[in-house]
C-alpha cells in the first residue's frame, strides 16, 4: 500500500495528467482497483485494510480536519442553506432516488430496498470533498457550505437508513428502539463534542501545544476517546470538536514565539508533517475502498450499478439542491447552488453502511455493496476532474488578490 501510495502522489505531477485534473483520490481508488484485479490473492489484505474500525478512524481524522478549518465568521451567512441541504434536501433525494429506482424496475427489488439505496447515497461524503478542497483553491463561503452539508447530511441519511434496515430486519432491535439509539448517537455527538471543543480552546498554549501536528493528534485522539465511551457518532463528534476546538489556529502567543530562525523552521517542519499525516490517511482510505471493490458482480448488476449512480448524479441531487434553493433563495446564490447540485460524492460512509449490511445478512445486500462501491468509483473518477472547470466556470475559485 505504500508503493501504490507513493505512485498515486507522483503521477499528479506529472504534465500529461495534470491536463485531466485528476486528483489523487481518484488516481488511489483506480490504483486500489487495479491491483485487485491483477492479483488474485488481495483479498486478504482488502478484508483487514476495510476494517470497521480502521476506516472509522481515518475517516473521522478527515472529518475532524474538515471542521477544523471552518470559521464562525462564514458558519453564521450560510448556515440557512447548509441546515436546509443537510436535513429537507436528504429527505427529497431519498424519495426521489428510491422512487425513480421503484418506478424504472431497476433491479426489481423491493420499494423499501429501494429506498434503503436512496438513504444510504443521500449524504455527500464529506473525506472525499475534504481531500478534494485540498488541492482546489475555492472560495471559503463555497468550500465551507460543502463541508458543512457534507458533515451534517450523514446523520440525517445513517438515522433514515437504520430505520429503513429495522425494517428489513425485523428480529432484531426494535424500529422505535433503533431510532433512539440513532438519535442519542446524534445529540450525545453535538452536546459531547461541543463541550470538548469549547474546553480545549480555555487551555493555555504551551510548550508543544503550540505545533499543529499536536494540537491536531491529541484533540482528535479525545475526541475519539470520548466517542467510543459515549457510544456516539464518531464522525459528527469530530467534526463538531474540530470547528469548536480550532486545533489549526495559530495563537497569538505563537507569534510571539516563533521569531528566531530555529522556531521558524520547527514550524515548517510542524506542518510538513501534518501534511504527510493526511496524505497517509487519505491514501488508506481510498486505497482500501479500491481493493474492495468487488470484481465477480454480474453484467446485468453492474448496469444496474450505473443506471443508480447516473440517477443519483443527474436527477435526486440536482432536485434536491434546487429544492433548498428555491425556499432559502436570498442567501443561497444561483451558481453555489450548480455547483452543489454537481457535488455528489459518495466514500467511506456510505461503504461502512454496506459493509454493516453484508455482516447482518440483510437481504439483498452484496447487490446494495455494489451499489455503493461502483457509486464511489463513478462519482470520484467521473465527476471530481469537472470541479475544477466547473468552479472556474462559475467564479468560485479564491483568487490571488484576495490573499493580498
Given at each position: 500500500?505504500?508503493?501504490?501510495?507513493?505512485?498515486?502522489?507522483?503521477?499528479?505531477?506529472?504534465?500529461?495528467?495534470?491536463?485531466?485534473?485528476?486528483?489523487?483520490?481518484?488516481?488511489?481508488?483506480?490504483?486500489?482497483?487495479?491491483?485487485?484485479?491483477?492479483n488474485?490473492?488481495?483479498?486478504t489484505?482488502?478484508?483487514?485494510?476495510?476494517?470497521?474500525?480502521?476506516?472509522?478512524?481515518?475517516?473521522?481524522?478527515?472529518?475532524?480536519?474538515?471542521?477544523?478549518?471552518?470559521?464562525?465568521?462564514?458558519?453564521?451567512?450560510?448556515?440557512?442553506?447548509?441546515?436546509?441541504?443537510?436535513?429537507?434536501?436528504?429527505?427529497?433525494?431519498?424519495?426521489?432516488?428510491?422512487?425513480?429506482?421503484?418506478?424504472?424496475?431497476?433491479?426489481?427489488?423491493?420499494l423499501?430496498?429501494?429506498?434503503?439505496?436512496?438513504?444510504?447515497?443521500?449524504?455527500?461524503?464529506?473525506?472525499?470533498?475534504?481531500?478534494?478542497?485540498?488541492?482546489?483553491?475555492?472560495?471559503?463561503?463555497?468550500?465551507?457550505?460543502?463541508?458543512?452539508?457534507?458533515?451534517?447530511?450523514?446523520?440525517?441519511?445513517?438515522?433514515?437508513?437504520?430505520?429503513?434496515?429495522?425494517?428489513?430486519?425485523?428480529?432484531?432491535?426494535?424500529?422505535?428502539?433503533?431510532?433512539?439509539?440513532?438519535?442519542?448517537?446524534?445529540?450525545?455527538?453535538?452536546?459531547?463534542?461541543?463541550?470538548?471543543?469549547?474546553?480545549i480552546?480555555?487551555?493555555?498554549?504551551?510548550?508543544?501545544?503550540?505545533?499543529r501536528?499536536v494540537?491536531?493528534?491529541?484533540?482528535?485522539?479525545?475526541?475519539?476517546?470520548?466517542?467510543?465511551?459515549?457510544?456516539?457518532?464518531?464522525?459528527?463528534?469530530?467534526?463538531?470538536?474540530?470547528?469548536?476546538?480550532?486545533?489549526?489556529?495559530?495563537?497569538?502567543?505563537?507569534?510571539?514565539?516563533?521569531?528566531?530562525?530555529?522556531?521558524?523552521?520547527?514550524?515548517?517542519?510542524?506542518?510538513?508533517?501534518?501534511?504527510?499525516?493526511l496524505?497517509?490517511?487519505?491514501?488508506?482510505?481510498?486505497?482500501?475502498?479500491?481493493?474492495?471493490?468487488?470484481?465477480?458482480?454480474?453484467?446485468?448488476?453492474?448496469?444496474?450499478?450505473?443506471?443508480?449512480?447516473?440517477?443519483?448524479?443527474?436527477?435526486?441531487?440536482?432536485?434536491?439542491?434546487?429544492?433548498?434553493?428555491?425556499?432559502?433563495?436570498?442567501?443561497?446564490?444561483?451558481?453555489?447552488?450548480?455547483?452543489?447540485a454537481?457535488?455528489?460524492?459518495?466514500?467511506?460512509?456510505?461503504?461502512?453502511?454496506?459493509?454493516?449490511?453484508?455482516?447482518?445478512?440483510?437481504?439483498?445486500?452484496?447487490?446494495?455493496?455494489?451499489?455503493?462501491?461502483?457509486?464511489?468509483?463513478?462519482?470520484?473518477?467521473?465527476?471530481?476532474?469537472?470541479?475544477?472547470?466547473?468552479?472556474?466556470?462559475?467564479?468560485?475559485?479564491?483568487?490571488?488578490?484576495?490573499?493580498?
Amino acid at each position: 500500500m505504500a508503493v501504490l501510495s507513493l505512485f498515486a502522489y507522483l503521477v499528479p505531477q506529472l504534465p500529461w495528467v495534470r491536463r485531466f485534473s485528476l486528483p489523487d483520490v481518484a488516481i488511489l481508488l483506480l490504483l486500489g482497483v487495479v491491483t485487485n484485479a491483477i492479483n488474485p490473492h488481495i483479498h486478504t489484505l482488502a478484508l483487514f485494510a476495510t476494517h470497521r474500525s480502521w476506516l472509522t478512524i481515518a475517516a473521522s481524522l478527515l472529518i475532524f480536519y474538515g471542521g477544523a478549518e471552518l470559521t464562525k465568521e462564514t458558519m453564521r451567512a450560510i448556515w440557512k442553506p447548509v441546515i436546509g441541504l443537510a436535513t429537507f434536501g436528504v429527505g427529497i433525494s431519498i424519495v426521489i432516488l428510491g422512487l425513480l429506482l421503484a418506478l424504472l424496475s431497476v433491479a426489481h427489488l423491493p420499494l423499501i430496498t429501494d429506498l434503503l439505496i436512496g438513504a444510504i447515497l443521500a449524504g455527500t461524503d464529506p473525506t472525499v470533498l475534504i481531500s478534494l478542497l485540498d488541492v482546489i483553491a475555492l472560495r471559503d463561503r463555497m468550500k465551507e457550505m460543502l463541508i458543512a452539508e457534507s458533515a451534517l447530511n450523514d446523520p440525517v441519511s445513517a438515522l433514515v437508513a437504520t430505520s429503513l434496515i429495522t425494517l428489513l430486519k425485523p428480529a432484531g432491535t426494535s424500529l422505535r428502539m433503533q431510532i433512539l439509539i440513532t438519535v442519542w448517537e446524534i445529540l450525545s455527538a453535538i452536546g459531547a463534542g461541543a463541550l470538548l471543543g469549547i474546553v480545549i480552546t480555555r487551555l493555555p498554549q504551551r510548550s508543544l501545544w503550540r505545533y499543529r501536528t499536536v494540537r491536531m493528534v491529541s484533540v482528535f485522539t479525545l475526541a475519539s476517546i470520548l466517542s467510543f465511551f459515549l457510544q456516539s457518532s464518531p464522525f459528527l463528534m469530530a467534526f463538531i470538536t474540530g470547528f469548536l476546538a480550532h486545533p489549526l489556529q495559530d495563537t497569538h502567543s505563537d507569534s510571539k514565539i516563533i521569531q528566531s530562525e530555529i522556531a521558524l523552521r520547527f514550524r515548517l517542519y510542524d506542518h510538513k508533517a501534518f501534511d504527510i499525516l493526511l496524505f497517509v490517511v487519505r491514501s488508506y482510505l481510498f486505497l482500501a475502498l479500491g481493493l474492495s471493490f468487488p470484481l465477480h458482480a454480474s453484467m446485468q448488476d453492474v448496469a444496474f450499478a450505473l443506471i443508480t449512480a447516473i440517477l443519483l448524479i443527474t436527477v435526486a441531487r440536482p432536485l434536491s439542491v434546487f429544492s433548498v434553493k428555491g425556499v432559502f433563495h436570498r442567501v443561497f446564490p444561483l451558481r453555489e447552488a450548480v455547483f452543489c447540485a454537481c457535488n455528489r460524492q459518495t466514500g467511506v460512509i456510505p461503504a461502512l453502511f454496506a459493509n454493516e449490511l453484508l455482516h447482518m445478512h440483510v437481504a439483498h445486500a452484496a447487490y446494495i455493496d455494489l451499489v455503493i462501491t461502483f457509486t464511489i468509483l463513478v462519482t470520484s473518477v467521473l465527476l471530481l476532474p469537472i470541479f475544477q472547470p466547473l468552479a472556474h466556470a462559475l467564479n468560485l475559485i479564491e483568487k490571488k488578490d484576495d490573499f493580498v
